[in-house]
């Protein structure tokens, strides 16, 4: 799933710097769904700290 959500983040920064409005209004639109869902992945009390702590080194390693 990792490896989705990474793509997704990608997309929709690349739609944010889309010269259409519209296009951008939707990258913003879906890079806030796609943060508030690692929020809610990364609250303890909904997943356990070593799956958190894998996905954030594999988002991280396929970012930069």
Same mark, same amino acid.
């Given at each position: 799933m990792e490896e989705f959500v990474v793509e997704v983040y990608r997309m929709s920064l690349r739609a944010i710097d889309? =010269?259409?409005e519209t296009v951008r209004? #939707?990258?913003q639109a879906l890079n806030? #769904? =796609?943060s508030g869902l690692c929020a809610k992945l990364a609250d303890p009390s909904q997943v356990s700290f070593v799956h958190i702590l894998c996905t954030h080194i594999r988002v991280c390693s396929y970012m930069f």
């Open positions: 889309d =010269v259409k209004k #939707a990258g806030r #769904a =796609v």
